[in-house]
């Protein structure tokens, strides 16, 4: 998560370009939402505790991870109107930063809590 909101800030063009040629090739969607289900699911079975705060970030993460993919795989179109909005409504630098401090604070409680 650090690495991609790093991202977010230093190729802030490339991501955008990214998303946008998504758009020219549909197969990428489809493989995304069926990656994202499986990586979700997995995450959701080895990962589904709501005890304590970061526990229920992690839990969240899976659960959005498989709803994303479910998404993708079944309303592409969806997926795409969301990614617009979200580039028309300049909420890019927000994700950034919540993927920065999220994945800081993760890594912090993870690593050295």
């Known amino acids: 998560m650090i ?5 977010f800030f230093f190729s802030r063009t490339f991501y955008m370009k990214v998303y946008r040629d998504l758009e020219k090739a549909p197969f990428a969607v ?3 939402g069926m990656f994202a289900m499986a990586a979700g699911t997995a995450q959701i079975l080895f ?3 709501w005890g304590t705060f970061p526990q229920i970030l992690v839990t969240l993460f899976g659960w959005g991870l498989l709803i994303k993919g479910i998404v993708c ?3 592409p179109g969806w ?3 969301g990614g617009d909005w979200a580039i028309s409504a300049k909420i890019v630098p927000m994700a950034g930063i919540s993927a920065l401090v999220l994945g800081g604070y ?3 409680v993870g690593y050295f809590v």
């Open 30 to 32: 489809i493989f995304f």
């Open 3 to 7: 690495a991609v909101g790093l991202g």
């Open 79 to 81: 997926a795409e109107r």
């Open 73 to 75: 795989t079944i309303f």
């Open 106 to 108: 993760l890594s912090w």
């Open 47 to 49: 990962h589904n505790a």
